[in-house]
């Protein structure tokens, strides 16, 4: 995204010399995040909602759940979509549509996060076998985009989906809505690498001077559900694994922090 | 959705206890988005809306340009999440409408002349529909352009009437917008009663017409006590040593 | 549409002079049309179809009816569906695709017209609940774009419906074909407002000059039930008044000339 | 749609009773409209078509423009409700294999060269489909070029021939089209008897593509001379004082 | 193609030599194809598929045959969808997307020869009337392309279907495969004229240079079942019979060559 | 698709009877097409991939050029025919993700600055899909990459690792993809272990994790032999007095 954003080249300089004495643009440290605000429920006519600030990203999750009907391969599963948009409000360089491949890697990472750490149960999304299926719709918007929203993006739908509820009386399932079971609390937490330095949640500013950044998406044993490294540059091995590590780390902090009493 | 109502009004007070010429309880407040030149989020009875302004910029590709002006540029859009059932993402052929008269709608106020070849873009993100989405969409547009510093004659204030159980009734609510008579949106410049904007549908005698312009007029008036409050308030915080959002 | 327009440009001194003295460009009276020809019954393999020229603005209307599914949340109705398609044969303002927004808006205010005067019956055009509906289908053909799309193709859709069939036999719903119910008749009248005068069925010139019109659709009764402001320009409230006035006569006029014995 | 005819010649006579080198009822007028630089209206049978030419005009995007010489576009387009079951607006695979097909028909006979970087713009509108809807659109369009004073070697002229009951029939008919045993649609330059288009599909012996191609080559004489007289009328009702369209 | 084309340009006044010597750029009779080579069952996971050689013009067809409904209008029918791809690797000219209709028409010849010569029985492709036909997709893929891709893809598509199985057991229709019935070898020649002379097989500097070639697909019993001109220049009738009477000829030979033991 | 398997290894070997640290068999040809500046076609297990490049070219349209350096693109698609049920063709939400990761895994690598403005297209298209198409399609890119003369410090090599029954194998088959617990590709550059491309889904402990990681990173390295050879095979006949492809 860097080179499109006018404002982020022309503090580039000044960026990299305060970097190169340790510091970090807004003061914090290595592996700090900026204040992090999680509100849920926001949108009544979404199944599930938060609204997420970390810094000032802001993003909106919603998620609705309708009725659908099944992949022929999966007759017996419920269905998880999740899309991102990346509207022109967020950010003057999503002006003429936003770069497409961005958003789309940002809802597919997303959805591993929730998939492939089995947080829903899909076998019990499924209503009638081949026929009916409760479709989980995880509709990403942001709102303002100041960096990181790989992060504000997952937990917002880990935060809309803890708080969803199946609309079983909309759709004259049974007499009760339920709550959506979530099994699992992955957390993604993206770092730069910048002058072999691992940093956390970068803000905007440090997205356009690092290269390279890695999002590891983590389970409540420290297991790992999901990675990406994204950018156009080499990490090393060592680099790497201090990410993970510290990613691990801060998922943990994260999910007992904002999730333990959800 | 609901089903169609048996009475809109009981003891001439409305569904949710309004009287006919009264607004749904709003809520306005600029500055609130970082990346954007000006913002404002707002809230009209169920709808929750952001705006957000950008602008005077550049203008790709150039031969949308106007050499002897800016253009204004505006988009309605509603997230997959703000209706009852989930709407698919992306322009429809009703949002391009929508943009089409309330880009109109400012054209009177934006004094375009200062920017040649340069672009205000208005982008309105309803969160939550709850009717209405377009005048709460036009109310937040017009403070997040003051709130962006965009010159202009006047702020534009916007406001519908429609009409159920035979009664003229203010500022539709979702049962009234699907199930009443008629439905007439009116955008104004309340400094001069000029009508930047002004669509109809349903069904309105010659008279209902001219009793619901008039109503309407006076909605506009309100929220435009509203909006000025709300830019008062922004400023004052800004003034108060907040930061200096979308200046 | 104007500023697009080559002859338009070219012509602007010209006009206004012109208009400053009363004059419309060809001679007519403010609240005088060009002269209006409708022909029905064009196309044979529409179920309805009208032609009509308003003075040189040339519209083909069809109407194609079948069968079809019903919206979901309209089981037991009957489906309009208005599309408009400004081709670039039209006009060389048409050259690179038209205007997207022109075309859906004018599409959009003819349907108002049909929809919203309850001309069709909806509960009529239900064959079977939820199964199989009548989907009546408002094809707009703009063949000469020389100002004022919006009432020829208004008049084109009224025409074309009050002269339409049901096809019963090809879909085999019953042995006879009928013809389609026609319960009210919406005219169109455009008007721009210039210099603070209203006349009504701007030629392409006019519109060029005016930058706003106003549109009102009114019924058989004189009530309204459709309006729509257009264009760049703000009114006041007495423009619009005297424009409405003139719309409801002008459509009652309209109406009696050519509609009372189709 | 009408189910297979069992026999499509009975006694020498085709189902419109037609001989089989026999052409359908042909209607040509030209200059039909305002904006357009020429225009022509066109009944084949059933047919209904409108040709439109605009040009020599300006080329957008400039990268399209040849340094050399004019380009030629030509859009064919059946209207939604030009057949049977409505069609979806906008261009499909077939049509825009004809469009191809068409334009290139046009090629050997514009003159280019005279207007290097312009465009002539060629656009058909098919309101009524009734078989043999590229060849009655090429007709038109030849007659609307002449009509927009495109300066061309000669008018294009083109029809069809094809085969039913094991017979060759020219200019076919709906039944004859959707039933039939081979259909193959020519262009040429009357003039020379040059082909600009040719195609053909279904089943010919190596004998009945000679003979069919000579029929058709007639059909397309016949066709010239109607395309001819269009002209001449327009051209002297210009003169007798009508408006001057297309010049 | 031609103008669009870098080396073709480059080399125009080169070849218009040679070709005035009676010669072709790499010394074959008029009459002659390049080397073809056609090797089929290439891709497992297609139901038929074939990687054919026209000189260096590379092509793969893929055919895969799975169950889908039938058209309304022709409910006992299988269905027939041929597709082309001119993917960017092919050609340098193919960058910016490859030109629309040539891949279009392209398709539709490959499509028509096939449909036209009534090679497969689409009655026998019907499993079910109005409710289940096999549905057999063409597919071609071009990875080279020095000229003739009409050729190349009509043989690939030919033979691709001749060794194409139909999949009873995988949609459970029957315990068996079986292999598809093709009734015809319908075989596309095709031609350019230049100068008056008519040469088959065009490479693509011969493409460049000249402005117009004729496809003619033939039968096995010399019949005619599609032909198509293609290009900006009109040809005489002598040269169309001649472009005829020689692709009925070398159609002969080719399917001699390879298809009378597939 | 065939259903899950019991046991994915027995008696220490996978269905396919590799040991759970071995590839699948491999095949790597470069300089196979004649329009591309540098192509290969390489087989891995069941996958068939082909890889093209070309340039350093020109860029249209002109805002996408960087006037500094060259821009890597790459186009990543699947064939209709390559999978068991067809695929639509054209781009994908998959394809788009896999192609903007693997351009990035090659950005380290080519000397962009010595082509400011210029773009080279890398272009792969998987003709047959077996588990792994992303990982084979960048190891033939590279050699594509490097038959066309472009500038890089390094080759790249690519490769999976996964989880099949509680067991980390490297290169996955197509029933490991399907239906095992993990899997993650890695793309690095063979002489310095940096690592270009990493993704991971699935389920990894944290130690799973680091060892995965070293079984990916040696059978990046073996493939890394095959690319060389393939390339010294090419130069080889190229010298031999075979045509110069891609040169």
């Known amino acids: 995204m860097g080179s499109n954003n006018i404002i982020a080249e022309i503090q580039r300089d000044h960026m990299y010399n305060l970097l190169m004495r340790g510091e970090r643009v807004d003061g914090r440290a290595f592996d700090e995040y900026r204040p992090i605000s999680i509100e849920t429920g926001v949108i009544a ?9 970390i810094g000032e990203s802001q993003v909106v999750v919603g998620v609705k759940i309708q009725i659908g009907t099944p992949f022929s ?3 017996d599963k419920g269905v998880i979509i999740t899309n991102a948009e990346l509207i022109p409000m967020a950010s003057p ?65 880990l935060a809309a989906l803890l708080t969803a509820t199946i609309p079983n009386k909309k759709y004259e399932v049974s007499d009760e809505d339920v709550q959506l079971t979530v099994r699992e609390m992955p957390i993604a937490v993206t770092a730069i690498e910048f002058e072999g330095e691992i940093m956390v949640d970068p803000c905007l500013h440090e997205e356009a001077v690092a290269s390279s950044r890695i999002t590891v998406i983590s389970n409540q044993d420290g297991s790992i559900c999901g990675i990406q490294k994204i950018g156009t540059d080499s990490l090393t091995e060592d680099q790497v694994n201090r990410a993970v590590d510290m990613a691990i780390n801060k998922a943990r902090e994260i ?6 009493n959800i | 959705m609901n089903a169609k109502p048996e009475k809109f009004i009981i003891d001439g007070l409305r569904l949710d206890g309004r009287r006919p010429d009264e607004l749904r309880p709003l809520k306005i407040s600029a500055g609130v988005l970082k990346r954007a030149d000006g913002s404002c989020y707002l809230e009209l009875g169920a709808n929750k809306v952001m705006a957000a302004v950008y602008g005077p910029r550049q203008v790709h590709p150039r031969h949308m340009q106007d050499a002897t002006k800016a253009i204004v540029r505006y988009r309605y859009n509603m997230a997959s999440f703000s209706v009852g059932d989930r709407k698919r993402p992306g322009p429809d052929r009703r949002s391009i409408e929508i943009s089409k008269v309330c880009r109109d709608a400012f054209q009177p106020v934006v004094i375009k002349e200062r920017h040649p070849r340069l672009a205000i873009d208005v ?33 534009v204030a916007s406001c519908a009437v429609g009409k159920v159980d035979d009664t003229l009734v203010l500022d539709l609510m979702k049962e009234e917008d699907n ?24 069904h309105l005698t010659r008279d209902e017409f001219g009793t619901g312009f008039k109503m309407a007029m006076e909605g506009c008036q309100k929220i435009h006590e509203a909006q000025k409050e709300a830019l008062a308030k922004c400023y004052q915080m800004k003034d108060d040593g907040g930061e200096q959002v979308g200046e």
Chains 1, 3, 5 share one sequence.
């Open chain 1, 45 to 53: 006519r979404a199944e599930g909602s938060a609204h997420v600030k």
């Open chain 1, 73 to 75: 391969d999966t007759p």
């Open chain 1, 93 to 157: 360089s999503f002006e003429s549509g936003p770069p497409k491949d961005y958003a789309i890697e940002l809802a597919r990472l997303v959805d591993r996060g929730i998939r492939e750490s089995k947080a829903l149960d899909l076998d019990r999304l499924c209503i009638e076998e081949g026929e009916k299926v409760w479709m989980v719709f995880i509709d990403i918007h942001a709102l303002d985009y100041d960096g990181n929203l790989v992060d504000a993006a997952s937990l917002g739908a």
């Open chain 2, 123 to 155: 982008f309105v993100e309803v969160l939550q529909a709850g009717a209405g989405t377009r005048t709460a969409g036009i109310n937040a547009a017009s403070v997040a352009l003051a709130d962006a510093g965009i010159a202009m004659k006047s702020l």
């Open chain 1, 255 to 260: 999910r007992e922090r904002f999730f333990i």
């Open chain 2, 179 to 202: 199930y009443g008579q008629a439905d007439m949106p009116i955008a104004v410049i309340p400094t001069t009663g000029e009508i930047t904007l002004l669509q109809m549908d349903g």
